[in-house]
């Protein structure tokens, strides 16, 4: 959203007629949405193709210790299942990680270090 400079009304008048130009306002906006639907449905089109990709990144650089911390929390994998998904040992658990447990496997089988995994068939 953004903030626009608004003069507030100073009498009864002025707020009845500032009331009406909004209520009319969002009536138009209500119109419009289910063309803008329409026009999405009918090409097809995708978020990026309406609206332009903000940076995901600051405008300022970073500093040398953010740096320091960025590349300190790159923790290498540690455990690595057949189809390519790693986990560090940090944090939760991933998914793919509990569902193998559960079925019977055990943590040692995904610790990376020891003999490759192989892709079951």
Not at 85 to 104: F, K, S, V, Y
């Amino acid at each position: 959203m953004y903030q626009e400079e608004i003069e507030l009304p100073r009498t009864l008048a002025q707020m009845k007629k500032r009331l009406e130009e909004a209520m009319h306002e969002a009536s138009e906006a209500e119109e419009i949405i289910p063309l803008l639907k329409e026009a999405i449905a009918q090409f097809d089109l995708e978020p990026d193709d309406l609206f332009e990709q903000r940076p995901e990144t600051s405008k300022r650089p970073a500093s040398d210790a953010a740096k320091g911390r960025a590349a300190a929390s790159q923790a290498k994998a540690v455990y690595q299942d057949a189809d390519g998904n790693t986990w560090a040992g940090r944090g939760r658990r991933p998914t793919w990680l509990n569902e193998a447990l559960e079925r019977g496997k055990a943590l040692e089988d995904f610790k990376l270090g020891g003999a490759r995994l192989r892709k079951a068939k």
